[in-house]
C-alpha cells in the first residue's frame, strides 16, 4: 500500500514539475486503467463509505442544543466576569452579561442525553449520536471560520473535504458528481469557496445542486430547446470532431473533451430521476417532512432525502448547509425556528439511514462553524438576548459508520464559554474525519504550490474518543 | 563588564538550540561589537574583497569552517579559537597585519566565542543546514550564465534533439502560424482578410512573419491578453472577498496599469519597481502610484469579528508570498513557519522580507485621471448607480414612514419631531420581516456606497506609514473596528510557528540570504525608517545580477507562448518546482531580456523568430517514443485556449465584441441562474448582479469583466480560470463534463450563435464557407461542407416545425429567505435595475434558416478545432 502511494506521489511530482498537472493528463497517460473519479481503496478499513455533513451556517449554539448550562440559569443578567484575552474582536469586548438559555432541556433515547426539548423527533435518534463538546474553532469571523471548516484554510483557497474525499475515494458512479452540495436558497458568507476544488483537478470540485431552478447550473439547455434538437447538434459536433481527430491523430486530449460531451449529457439524463422525489412513498417523505405546511421544514427535508438519494446513488460526499443560525438578537425565536425547522428533517435522515441499512455505511455529522456565547453585550434591553460568536466551544455530532453510538465526548465549562475536556482544534477534528471514512489525512495529500498539501494543512492529531 | 556578558552569553547558548529565541543579548553583543570589528579590520581580506588562505569571516559557518589554517573559531573556547588567538598577537599568526587591535574588541571577541559565537542578523544562526543543499536545486539562485549562442534559441535546443535522433517537424503552414500567433499575443482569433493577407504575402517567410509578429505587438489587443497573463499572478479582482465581498473601487485602475504597461512596453525591471515601491520610488509618476495596487489584489477584509493584529498578519504573509511569488519565483510562504524544507529559506528570512512591508499602510488616495484613462463614459455609469441607490433609498423610505406613523401614533403626537429622540428607533414598529428587509436594503446601500467611488479620481495603493485621511481598511465602518497597528515604529519578530502569539526573535528588513551566498549579489542595507523599505528591496529584486527576476519573467514568457516553461512551475523555480529542460536557454533568455533593456515585446521577437515556435504541431517519427512530453521541442504543442479566449473569440466571431478599452469593470451576460443567485453577506445580503444594459457593455472583452470574488462567472470558473484567492502559474486545461454544459447548454452560447448566424446571413452568400472561415481561419473540406450544409437542410426543417418559445422575461426577483431574527421565511423583492436593458437578437425574430445556421455556429463554438491552438 505504502509503496504504492509512494509510487503515486513520485508521479505526481514527477507531472508537477514536468508542468503537466495531474488534471491535465489524467485523463488520458496517467490514469488510463482508471480515471479520477473511479472508485480507489481506502486507505484502511472504514465502514463509511459515504459521508453526508449537515453543516449549520452562521454559528449555532451549543448552550441551547445539546449541551445545557444549567449554571447560566443562575447567572442570568449577572456581568461576564472572565479575562478577554488580547486577541479579542470588537465584537467581544465592552461590558457583558450572561444570558440563560430560554429552552427546556429533556433526557432522550435510552440513555438519557439531555438536549433541548425542542427536538421532539431528533430525540427519537440520540442512541445512534455521538455527541463532542471539545471541538474550537479559531476565529469568531463566518467566512474564515467557515473556510476553516469546510477548507482547512481560513482565509480560502483550498479544497473543500468533499474534494479530498473524492480525491480519495474516487466515485461510485461516475455519471453523478462525486462531491455534491446542497445549499440554501442563498449561498453562504464565503460562497462557493467553500466547496471549492482548490488546487486539486477540476473533477473533485463540488457540484452545488441549486435549492431552486434546473439543480446544476446549465444542465438544461434554454427553454425550448428539445432533447431531438439538442442530440442533432451533438451528432454534428461528434461529426466534426471526428475529423479533426484524424487529422491531429497525436493529439490524446482530443478524446477526453469529445468524451466530456457525452458524458455531460448522460448526467443530463441521470440527473433529473436522483433529483425528483415524486417516485418515493409517501411515508418516506413524511417521515422526513416534505410537504410539511412550515415551508422550512419542507425546505429542509427535501435536501436531506435528496442527500440520502444522492448516497444512494454512488455520490460519495454530500453536504447539506442549513443557514441562519447567527442569532445575536433573540436567541429563543432565532435559534427556536432553526431548531424546529431542523428537527424533522435530520430525524427523518437518520431514521431513513437506519432502517435501510444505510447508516452502516454513511458518516453523518452535524457542525456549524463555531459556537455561540454564554454572554452578550447590551443590546436592546433584556428582551432581545441572544449571543454572540464563540470560536472555544461549538456543538458537533457524529452519526454512522465508526462512529460511537450513543456518547458523549468531551466536555465545556459550567457557563459553556470553552471547551474544557477532550479537546481539539479543528484539523484534528479534520483527521479523524477523514479516518472515519477510510482515509489516512497525512496519506492523502496532493502536490501543490511547491509541497504536498493536505486537509489538515500540517497533519493533526486523530481524536481516538470519536472512533468507536 | 565583562563578567556579564558571559552570563548573558551562557543564557544565549542555552537558547541558541532552538533556532527561534527571543532572548537577543549575544546577538546585540555580535551586533554593537563584533561585527563592526570584523567589516572594519578583517572582511577585506577575509570575505567581502578577497578570500585570503580561503578564509571567508562573513558567517559563522566560515568561521568553523576556517580557511587552510584550520577552523577559525571553535564556539564555546576561545583559547581554542585560531581567530582569539590571532587577534591576540600570542602566537605565530599575528592578525590584523597593521597592528593589534585595542584590547577591549579583543577582550569582546573572547568572550563572544566562548559564549557561542552567536550571529545575529545573519540568518547563518538559524537552523538551517546549508550544507544539505544539492547543487542541482540551486540553479536559480546561482548567477545567470551568460551563454554565447549566435544561432540563437534553436542552436541552444539543437544538441539534446540530436542526441535524441529526433528530426524536429517542419514549419508549421501559414495558415497555422497565423492563428498561433494571433491568440498567443492577443487572445483573439486572425480574421479571414489577415489569415488571406498573410497566406498570399509574397515576402520569405520569415519576413512575412515577422511583419504579422510586429503588428499584432502594435495593437492595443496585446495589453489585454498579455495584462490578463499577469493578472493571473497577482489575482486580480475587482472586490475584497470573504464575506462582505465589497468592491474595491479603484481596483480598476491597476488593471488598466497593467494593460498599458504591456502595450507600451514599459521595461520590466521599472514595471517590478513601481509595482513593489512605486510610491517610495516615484512618487511623482501616477502610474507608479496605481501601480502599488499590486501589494493588495489578495482577498482581504476586516470587520467586527476580526482581530486587528490577525487581519494586519494575514496580508503582511499575503504580500510577501505574492512578492516572492511574481518576481522572484519562490514559495515563500512555505518558510513562514519553519525553514523552508526543500529550499535555502530559513524562516528568518521571510521575516526579513515581510519587514520590508512592515510600515506599509493601506491608502486610497486622490490621484487625477490620466489622460490614458477614457473617463467619458463615467457621468453614465455614476448616474446608473445612483439610480440603484434611488431605488433603494425609496424602499428604504418606506420602512421609515412606517416606524414614523408608528411612533406619532404611540405617543400621541401629529408631529414626529415630537416623539422622544430616544424612542426614534429605525426599527420601532417594524414586523421582523420588515425589520430584516431594511437591513438588506441598507447591505446594499452600503455597497453601492462603494460602487460610486469607481468614478472618483482615487488610487487603491499604499503609503508608507499612515496617512490618516488615505487610510483604507475597507468599508462600511471597518475603520472604526480596527485597532491602528504601529505603522512607523515597527518591530518584527520572527513569529514561532507562524503563531502572532509566539513573537521569537527581533529581525530587521532584509532580502533573502541564499541569493548572496550563492549568486555573489550582495545583500543591500536596509534603513529601518518608515519609508524606502520596499523601495531597497525593489531594487534588489531587479538588480540585473539577481538571480531570479529575469529568468522567472523570461520563463513566463517562453510558458505562454509554448504552453509550458522551460522550467515547468512558472510560480516555483526552487528545488520542488521543474527543473529546466534547457538551462543554457533559459540564461540566454534571460541575459538577452536584460540585454534589451528588460523589454518584453523584444523577448516575443525573439522566440517567436525562432524555428522551435514555428514548428508544425505534428510530432515527427521518434518523437512520441523518445520524447513523450516533447520536452525538447521537435514540435509545436497543441493546447487548449483559455477560458478567456474562448468567450473572447466567440464574441468576435459573431460580430459582437466590443473593444472598447479600459474603466471601471463591467457585468457581462452570464448564467441567470447564476446572477440570480441570493449570497449572504454579514449581516444582509449582497445586491444582485445586474446585467449591463447596453450590448456593447456587456460584450467586452474578459479582461474587463468586473472580478467579483464571491460570484466568478460561472463559464469562466468552469473552463479553468484563475483563480482569485492563489496566484496562477499556469491554466490548468482538465476536461469536465460541466464545461459542456456551460457551453453547449449556456445563453450566452445560444445567444452568440443566433448573432453569428445573422451575422453570415448579413453578410455572405456561402454562409457555411465563410462560417468555416471565420471559426478556424480556414474554408470547409468537401465533407465538412457537406455535413455542414445537410445540418442546415435538417434544422431548417425541424425549425419551421418547432416556432421558438418566446423570450424569457426579465422580472423583479422575488426571495424567500429565513430571517436572522425570527428564523422565519420572508420574502423580499429586489427591483429590476433602472435602465433600459438592451436585449440580444431572440430566435423569435428571425427565420428558420437562421436558427438551422445558429446550430452549425453553436456547433462550432463547441468543436475541438475551436477550442485547440496548433
New interface residues.
Partial sequence: MSTEADLSRTRREFLYRSGLGLGSVALSALLAEAGPLSARNPHHKAKAKSCIFLLMEGGPSHIDTFDPKPKLTELHMTEFAKERTKFAAAMNTGKRHYVKSPFKFRHAGELGIEINARFPHFAGAVDDICFYRGLQAESVNHPTALYHLNTGNRFGGDPGIGSWVSYGLGTENENLPAFVVLPDVAYPQGGAANWSNGFLPAHYQGTALRAQGAPVLDMNPPSGVTPEHQRKNLDLLGSLNAIHRQRHPDHDELEARIESYELAFRMQAEMPSVVDLANEPASTLELYGVGDPNPEVDAIAKRCLLARRMVEAGVRFVQVIVGGWDSHDYIESAHGTRITAIDKPMAGLLTDLRRTGLLEETLVVWAGEFGRSPDNGLRGGDKAWGRDHNAKAMPLWLAGGDAPRGRIVGATDEVGDSAVEVVHPIKDFHVTLLHLLGLDDAKLTYFAQGREKQLSQTGGELIRELVA | MVHGWRIKLALNVWCGASALCAATPAEDLFRETIQPTLKQHCLGCHGEGELFGKLDLRSREGLVKGGSRGPAIVPGDASASLLYRALEHSGELKMPPAGPLPDEAVAAVRDWIDGGAAFAERPEKASLDWGAFKEEDLWAFRAVKKTEAPGGIDSLLRRKLAEAEINPAPRADRRTLIRRATIDLTGLPPTPEQVEAFGTDPASDKAAFGRVVDRLLDSPRYGERWGRHWLDVTRYADTA???N?YERPNAWRYRDYVIRSFNNDKPYDRFVLEQVAGDELFPDDPEAILATGFLRMG?W?H?????T??TRQ?WLDDVTHATATAFLGL?L??AK?HDH??DPIPTKDYYRVQSAFATTAFARRPLAFLPAEDTSGFAEGKKRVEGLIAQLEQKRGRYAEISRRYLMEKFGVSRFEDVPEVNRKQDAGLTDEQMWARRIVNKHLSHHAESIKRYRPLAFSVTSGLVEDWNDVGPGGAGS?MKKPDYEQVEMHVLVGGS??SPGERVAPGVLSAVERYSGLQAPEFAETTAGRRATLAEWIVDPLNPLTARVMANRVWQYHFG??LA??A??L?K????PTHPALLDWLASRFVEEGWSVKALHRIIMASEAYQRS???PDGA?ERD??N?LLSYFT?R?VEAEVLRDSMLAVAGELSLATGGPGTNPQI?R??A???????GG?RPPYYEEGRREDRNRRSVYSFQQ???ID?MIE?L?GA?V??SCE?R???????????L????LS?DLALAFANRLRNEAERVVDRAFELAYGRSP?E??RA??ER?IE??TA?HRD?P??PR?QRKALV???????????FQFTEDLPPWEYEENLH?SQVEPETRALA??A???F????F??V?
Fill in positions: 472577498g470573504f464575506s465581498d482577498p477584509e470587520t467586527g469579528m476580526s482581530v493584529a490577525v494575514q514559495t510562504g512555505c513557519c524544507k526543500f473596528y502572532l502569539e509550458r516553461g515547468s512551475n510560480n516555483n526552487g520542488m518546482g521543474a527543473k504541431s505534428d510530432p512520441a513523450p512530453g520536452s497543441p487548449r448564467s441562474d447564476a440570480e443567485q441570493p449570497r449572504f453577506t454579514q445580503l470574488r464571491s460570484l460561472p468552469v479553468n483563480s484567492d492563489l499556469r490548468d486545461s482538465t476536461t469536465v463534463p460541466t464545461q459542456a454544459f456551460a453547449f447548454n449556456g445563453e445560444y473540406s465533407e465538412e455535413l455542414a445540418h435538417e434544422m425541424y418547432h421558438p418559445a424569457r426571495r424567500a429567505l429565513p430571517s436572522q431574527l425570527s428564523g422565519e421565511t430566435a446550430d452549425l453553436l456547433v462550432l463547441n468543436s475541438n478545432e477550442a485547440y496548433y
